[in-house]
C-alpha cells in the first residue's frame, strides 16, 4: 500500500474503491500537468477498448460510459478551468496524493457516480421503479404469449406509478372538496363574510391579505409557524410584495401537510429569501432583473427577445405574489395604485407593435393582466384585434387558481369577442404549480372560457416544492381533466434569492426521461426549458443545448447554456451555475423522502 493509500481519509474510500486505478494514475502524477496528460489518455483509451471489443458491457451502461467520460474530458480540458475559474483535478490529484482536499462530500459523491459510470457499476440498473419488478425475457416466448407477457410487465410498472401519483391529490376529489368546503366556511366566519361574498370576485380583490393589519386574520384562517410570520412581517415592513387570496387560503390545509406543502411555498415566503431581497434594498432592480428586461424593452412596458413574439405589460401587480416571481424586481403591492399602467403608455406600446410588422403574436402579462377592469381589458384587447399582423393574443394569468370567481360572464364575453379563428386566436396561459391547487371553482371557470373555443395552456415553473418524483405527472394528469395544456416546464431561475426554491438540472431531466416519458404523449406535452438572460428560453433536452462544463468544491455543477441564436449568429454560452445534487437530496430526506429513489440522478448532465 503507498503512502497516499494510507493517508486516505474515510469519505474518500468509497470514490477511490469504485476506480483505483484512477487513484493510482492521479497519486504517482508528480506536477497537475501529468496527472491531466494521464487522466485523459486513460479516458481515450476506456472508450477505444469498449469501440474494438477488448472488453464487454451492456448498450445500456455504455450509454452511461459514453456520456460520462465527455462529460469527464470537458471538466478536465483547460478550457473548461478557464471558463469555471477552478480545477476540479486539481483538487482529485491532491486527495489521492495526499488522502484529502478542501472540498465537499458533494463534490466527491459527483465524481464517484462518474467513475461507475466508466466502470460499468452505475447505480441506474435496475431503476428504482423496478423493486420487485421482474423484466420478462421476451425472446422465449412466441407472438402472443410475449404480448401478453409483455402487458402484465406494464400493468407491474402501472401499478408503481399509480403508487406514486397517489401521494398527491388534487382539489376535485370528494374528500378533498368537503375538506374545502369546510376552510372555506372557516375563513369566510374569519371575514365575516357570506357565501355570495366568496362568488364575487370584487370581494376576493378587496379581501387580499396583504398587509400588517391583514396578518391576525391570516392566522385566524390557516396555521403558520413563527418563522414564517416573521418571514412575512419584514416582507411587508420591507415593502416586499405579498399577498395571498381568501380563495387561496381555503385550498391549504389548516395545519401544514404534505398535501399543501406547494401551495404554502408559492405565497409564503422563506426568511432567506426575505433577507435576502432586503440585502438589495437601494438597488432592487439592478439585482433582481434576471432576465434583464430593462435590456429588451424598446419601449417601456414592453419585452421583445424573439423574432415574432413580444410582451405587453399593462399591469405591474397580482392579486396573489408568487414567491419566486421573475419580475420581483418590477411588480408592487396587490392593487397598489400605481400598478396599473397609464392609458396613454400602454397605447404607445401598441403603436409599437402596429409598426412592427413581424411581431405576428402578443403575450399580455405583467402582474396579472387579468386585475384590470373589464372596461381597461376590452379597451386593450380591442385596440391589439386591429393590428392586421397579429394572429394570435395570449393572455398570461394566474387569477384561474387565485381568483376563479374573476371568469363571469361578462369577461368571458370579453374574452370570446376577440377570439376569431383563421383571423386572431386568444390563448389563456396560466401557471398551475400542484395538482392541490385546482379546485371546482377552478374547473368551471376554464370550462367557461373553453366554451367559447379558448385554449388554456399550464407553465409550470419547477421548484423544490413540487419536484418529489412522479409529483409533476400527477398534475399533468390533473390539468388534462380540467381541460389544460401542459406547455412549458420551467427550470428556476437562477437568482441567488431563490435559491430555497432551486431544483439541480438534472432532476428536471431525470424527471423528462423517467417519469414523463410514462404518460401518453397528449399528456406530456411540456418542454423543460431554462431561460437564458436576456435572450429567453433554451431547450433542454439535448446536449446541443447544454453541456456540464465543471463540478465546483462545494459540489454544485457549472453549465454552459447554448442560446437559440446560436445557430444564427454568433453568440456566447450563457455559464449558469446549478444548486449541489448531494445538498437536494439531503433536502428531500429532510422532508420525508428517500434519497435511494432519486439514486439515477447523478447521470444526467
Known amino acids: 500500500m503507498n503512502e497516499a493509500m494510507k493517508n486516505m481519509t474515510k469519505r474518500w474510500r468509497r470514490c477511490w474503491g469504485v476506480a483505483p486505478d484512477i ?49 469527464l474530458k470537458k471538466i478536465f480540458s483547460k478550457n473548461s478551468e478557464r471558463i469555471s475559474g477552478d480545477s476540479p483535478l486539481k483538487y482529485l490529484w491532491e486527495a489521492a496524493s495526499t488522502g484529502d482536499s478542501q472540498v465537499s462530500d458533494g463534490f466527491i459523491d459527483e465524481f464517484e457516480h462518474l467513475f461507475r459510470a466508466i466502470k460499468g457499476s452505475a447505480r441506474v440498473y435496475p431503476s428504482h421503479i423496478m423493486e420487485g419488478t421482474v423484466s420478462p425475457n421476451y425472446d422465449q416466448y412466441d407472438a402472443r404469449e410475449k404480448a401478453i407477457k409483455r402487458s402484465h410487465f406494464l400493468d407491474e410498472l402501472g401499478d408503481k406509478m399509480d403508487t406514486y401519483i397517489s401521494r398527491y391529490p388534487h382539489g376535485l376529489l370528494p374528500d378533498i372538496e368537503a375538506q374545502r368546503q369546510e376552510n372555506k366556511r372557516r375563513i369566510l366566519s374569519v371575514f365575516d363574510a ?8 370584487i370581494w376576493q380583490f378587496r379581501n387580499v391579505i396583504k398587509s400588517k393589519k391583514d396578518i391576525a386574520r391570516l392566522k385566524q384562517a390557516i396555521s403558520i409557524d413563527d418563522e414564517q410570520e416573521k418571514a412575512i412581517w419584514l416582507a411587508l415592513e420591507n415593502k416586499i410584495p405579498f399577498g395571498v387570496t381568501p380563495h387561496y387560503l381555503h385550498l391549504m390545509d389548516h395545519e401544514p401537510t404534505s398535501n399543501d406543502f406547494a401551495v404554502r411555498r408559492q405565497v409564503f415566503p422563506p426568511l432567506s429569501y426575505v433577507e435576502s431581497v432586503m440585502a438589495y434594498k437601494k438597488n432592487r432592480v439592478a439585482h433582481l432583473d434576471y432576465m434583464k428586461e430593462r435590456d429588451t424593452s424598446p419601449v417601456d412596458h414592453l419585452t421583445r427577445r424573439y423574432v415574432k413574439v413580444c410582451i405587453v405589460k399593462p399591469y405591474d401587480t397580482c392579486p396573489q405574489i408568487c414567491v419566486y416571481c421573475q419580475r420581483n424586481w418590477q411588480i408592487t403591492s396587490p392593487f397598489d395604485s400605481h400598478a396599473q399602467v397609464a392609458r396613454k403608455d400602454i397605447e404607445k406600446a401598441i403603436k409599437w407593435v402596429a409598426k412592427h410588422q413581424h411581431i405576428m403574436d402578443v403575450l399580455v402579462t405583467g402582474g396579472d393582466p387579468l386585475s384590470l377592469s373589464n372596461e381597461r381589458l376590452d379597451d386593450l384587447l380591442g385596440q391589439l384585434a386591429q393590428i392586421p399582423h397579429l394572429k394570435s393574443i395570449r393572455i398570461a394569468s394566474r387569477i384561474p387558481i387565485t381568483v376563479p370567481q374573476r371568469f363571469d360572464n361578462q369577461l368571458v364575453d370579453i374574452l370570446a369577442k376577440y377570439n376569431e379563428p383563421f ?44 419536484s418529489k418524483r412522479f409529483e409533476t405527472v400527477a398534475l399533468r394528469i390533473a390539468l388534462k381533466m380540467i381541460g389544460v395544456d401542459p406547455y412549458y416546464l420551467f427550470n428556476m431561475k437562477g437568482k441567488k434569492e431563490m435559491y430555497d426554491y432551486a431544483v439541480p438540472v438534472s432532476r428536471i431531466l431525470q424527471e423528462r426521461k423517467e417519469e414523463a416519458r410514462m404518460l401518453p404523449g397528449i399528456y406530456r406535452t411540456d418542454e423543460p426549458v431554462f431561460n437564458v438572460p436576456f435572450l429567453g428560453k433554451n431547450h433542454m433536452r439535448a446536449r446541443q443545448d447544454h453541456e456540464l462544463v465543471s463540478i465546483l468544491p462545494d459540489g454544485r455543477r457549472v453549465y454552459a447554456f447554448h442560446p437559440w441564436e446560436k445557430n444564427i449568429r454568433g453568440v456566447d454560452s450563457y455559464y449558469y451555475t446549478d444548486v449541489s445534487i448531494k445538498k437536494y437530496l439531503n433536502r428531500l430526506q429532510e422532508i420525508g423522502e428517500d434519497p435511494d429513489e432519486y439514486s439515477s440522478i447523478w447521470y444526467y448532465y
Do not use: C
Request: hydrophobic letters at 40%.
Open 23 to 71: 487513484h493510482i494514475l492521479l497519486s504517482e502524477s508528480k506536477t497537475l500537468g501529468s496527472a491531466r496528460r494521464k487522466i485523459m489518455t486513460y479516458l481515450e483509451a476506456s472508450e477505444t477498448n469498449f469501440r474494438n471489443d477488448y472488453f464487454e458491457i451492456s448498450n445500456w451502461d455504455y450509454i452511461l460510459l459514453k456520456d460520462a467520460i465527455f462529460v
Open 194 to 201: 357570506s357565501p355570495e361574498d366568496w362568488n364575487d370576485y
Open 423 to 466: 383571423k386572431r386566436i386568444v390563448y389563456l396561459v396560466t401557471h398551475f404549480e400542484h395538482p392541490y391547487e385546482i379546485s371546482r371553482e377552478s374547473a368551471e371557470a376554464i370550462l367557461r372560457v373553453r366554451m367559447k373555443g379558448i385554449n388554456f395552456y399550464n407553465q409550470q415553473v419547477f421548484t423544490f416544492a413540487n
